[in-house]
């Protein structure tokens, strides 16, 4: 049987051809010694096994419990005055009861035991040696033993697919999370920064001063045209998850390029920032560099709507199997005058944040990120390791 429930075409070939030998050699071997109905028995035993066979190629379940209960039954009761021919047709039911997942375990082996002992009431009036009719009976206990491992085996095949079904929905949330983290990013740098540039050009328009509103308006489209660089390359990234974009590595030109960019692209919004750097820096995966500069991104996105105007202080340390990523700023007056509340947790939201520390502790070889307030500042602290 498949999953879909339908016996396979080969399986009820073969079926059919031990159904037909079976029933060839029931007619065949019957003798004017045992009575007719035996032979009639045996041939219904036969019958319900094919018919089994037939309505399961055809995805029927309905009779399936009703013929096999009557393959199971006839056949037994008939073992002994049929030569052992009709047991096999018993056996087969017992075996695809057992082995039947739809089926209850207690159910098929209530069937063999009542198989087991029809076979031995069957044997009585026609004087069947032990030795033949316990040989028929073990017949019908292998068939138990086979049904059990073919049920173990079809258990161990719906785990497998549960547990891909189970990999796939990760997957899947997976990618669901990546899309919000990528999104937010990406909003909360441009369209944050679109804000305040356009606020300063609104107020540059109603003091007269064209020629810096001007200027603003410049720099937005040039955020704007970043924005939309950066939604590309999100998108580009989701579509393509294992691909080139999440391999390879970013050199520490190409790495503190980018900061560059970062760091300009906060100056140009009016906000402040000071960077120290310390030791050696040395190649980055591209995964590693995306999150450190995502965390860069963010905290300086942050600083700008919590603190604006706020001086923002970031540390780039690179250690011996470690690369960590500072960056703090003074909090808000609300932030200060209740201590040990973080000025983005008061203003609701933090998936910022959460999206950081997601991307840390996916790295490969490990990353955590952390964010609060430590003294009168509010400090995210990024950590990559590198061996």
Do not use: C, Y
Request: no cysteine; net charge negative.
């Amino acid at each position: 049987m498949n999953q879909t429930g339908r016996q396979s075409p080969l399986a009820f070939a073969l079926n059919l051809f031990g159904a037909l030998a079976i029933g060839f050699s029931l007619v065949v071997s019957h003798s004017s010694e045992r009575p007719v109905w035996v032979l009639v028995v045996a041939l219904v035993s036969v019958a319900a096994w094919l018919a089994r066979g037939a309505l399961a190629l055809a995805g029927v379940r309905s009779l399936e419990p009703t013929l096999l209960v009557i393959a199971a039954v006839t056949g037994g009761i008939v073992a002994a005055p049929s030569d052992g021919l009709s047991v096999v047709p018993a056996a087969i039911a017992v075996l695809a009861t057992v082995g039947t997942l739809r089926f209850p375990v207690l159910a098929g082996l209530g069937l063999a035991a009542i198989t087991l002992a029809l076979v031995a009431v069957g044997a009585i009036p026609f004087g069947t040696d032990v030795a033949a009719v316990l040989a028929m009976m073990g017949g019908v206990i292998l068939a138990v033993f086979a049904g059990l491992s073919r049920r173990q085996f079809r258990q161990a095949e719906e785990q497998a697919v549960l547990l891909q079904q189970r990999e796939l929905e990760m997957r899947e949330e997976a990618a669901r999370i990546a899309i919000a983290r990528d999104l937010h990013d990406v909003l909360a740098h441009s369209l944050g920064g679109l804000v305040i540039q356009l606020d300063a050009v609104e107020a540059l328009l109603e003091a007269g001063d064209s020629a810096a509103a001007g200027a603003r308006v410049t720099d937005a489209r040039a955020l704007a045209a970043s924005g939309l660089s950066e939604a590309r390359r999100a998108v580009a990234a989701l579509r393509d998850p294992d691909g080139s974009g999440s391999s390879g590595s970013v050199s520490p030109s190409a790495f503190s390029a980018a900061v560059d960019d970062l760091l300009a692209a906060h100056r140009s919004l009016g906000g402040v920032v000071d960077v120290t750097l310390h030791g050696e820096p040395v190649t980055l995966s591209a995964g590693q560099a995306a999150a450190l500069q995502r965390a860069l991104q963010e905290s300086l996105s942050n600083a700008r709507k919590h603190a604006p105007g706020e001086p923002v202080r970031a540390d780039l340390a690179w250690n011996t199997g470690s690369v960590r990523l500072t960056v703090s700023n003074p909090l808000s007056d609300e932030a200060a005058a209740a201590p040990g509340t973080s000025a983005l947790a008061a203003s609701g939201g933090g998936h910022g944040l959460e999206g950081m520390r997601e991307r840390f502790h996916a790295l490969p070889l490990g990353g955590a990120a952390t964010a609060g307030v430590l003294g009168d500042r509010f400090t995210v602290t990024a950590e990559a390791k590198l061996s």
